[in-house]
């Protein structure tokens, strides 16, 4: 798989990567929390995500692990989401 670029890829583009191992969900988790950072906290602070997953990376590890162990619990275990707030 080419250069794996957040913004533009599809949950299948996602989960490709994972599957053939060109990116973990702890990965994953990092590059969005680094978007999250620089577009919401600090850039022009949007604050569109008011509450982070406290055990993200726990969970990303165990996604992770399952995955390697070939029990990944879905096509959407391992791809970090976010849930609107209405």
Known sequence: MP???LVEASIA????A?????????????AYLRRIAHYDRHG????AVPVLNPNMFEEAEASDRRRRQGKALGPLDGIP???KDS
């Open 81 to 83: 989401y976010t849930a």
């Open 13 to 16: 583009d996602l989960r490709r």
């Open 44 to 47: 022009i602070a949007l604050n």
């Open 3 to 5: 250069t794996l670029h």
């Open 18 to 30: 994972l599957e053939d191992g060109t990116v973990t969900s702890v990965e994953l988790v990092a």
